[in-house]
């Protein structure tokens, strides 16, 4: 079954800390993978894109992490600030089999950043 | 957000009525979406759309219609059908070329309350 889990459900840091949250994937075949940050009561931004060769990669003071080969990823924020305080969602796209390459939706990560 | 709209940003709806909710997109790509996103779920395809005039249903389309008459605009109604329509709504949009679609840009996101 196509899933992805990410962990923790939520987290509360204190600014300027540093946090990891963590994305498990079962989708296959796979496409790419992306992290999107979602404050409330908006849509999610995309913050990385990630293809199955790519190990790591950063945007800022966010830094995406791939293994392929155990179906993990990671997104890793450093010096948090209070506006890091969002939904963070892993996203896995399918490769295409045929029409639209569907796309699986963790549920997120709800990161609090307190001052 | 990008160049997506969606109105209203918030909706009231009584049990019975069918209520449309609006997406408007100046990015002019050729697909769009909608999605459904509730408390500790991931998000969910209801329909989606690669072409004017030409739309496929997602995982969740009973009880939702929508409509793709102009390449900027791809409304979705909640009919009186769906059994629970409470929920936050997202439209997305992407290009979509030679059969691939790309990243996908969302929209602010319509709660909708049936009361």
């Known amino acids: 079954k196509n899933q992805v889990e990410q962990s923790p459900q939520s987290l509360i840091i204190l600014e300027g800390k540093n946090c990891t949250l963590q994305?498990?994937?079962?989708?296959?075949?796979?496409?790419?993978l992306r992290w999107y940050k979602q404050d409330t009561g908006r849509g999610p931004v995309s913050l990385t894109i990630m293809t199955f060769s790519e190990n790591t990669k950063s945007n800022g003071r966010y830094t995406a992490t791939l293994d392929a080969d155990t179906k993990q990823s990671s997104l890793h924020i450093t010096a948090s600030q209070l506006s890091d305080s969002a939904s963070y969602i892993c996203v896995v796209r399918k490769a295409k089999t045929g029409g639209y390459n569907k796309l699986i939706f963790g549920a997120g990560t709800r990161l609090a950043v307190h001052p | 957000d990008g160049g997506i709209t969606q109105s209203p940003k918030y909706l009231f709806r009584k049990e019975g009525q069918n209520v449309t909710l609006s997406c408007e997109q100046n990015?002019?790509?050729?697909?769009m979406y909608w999605y459904r996103q509730d408390p500790g779920q991931g998000l969910r395809l209801i329909y989606y759309s690669q072409i004017v005039n030409d739309f496929q249903k997602g995982d969740i389309a009973e009880g939702y219609s929508v409509s793709r008459e102009k390449k900027e605009s791809f409304p979705l109604t909640v009919t009186s059908a769906q059994k629970n329509p409470t929920a936050f709504y997202l439209c997305?949009?992407?290009?979509?070329?030679?059969?691939?679609?790309?990243?996908?840009?969302f929209g602010p996101g319509t709660r909708l309350t049936v009361l």
């Open positions: 994305c498990n994937y079962t989708v296959s075949p796979f496409s790419n």
């Open positions: 997305a949009s992407s290009t979509f070329y030679r059969g691939v679609t790309d990243t996908q840009y």
């Open positions: 990015l002019n790509h050729d697909a």
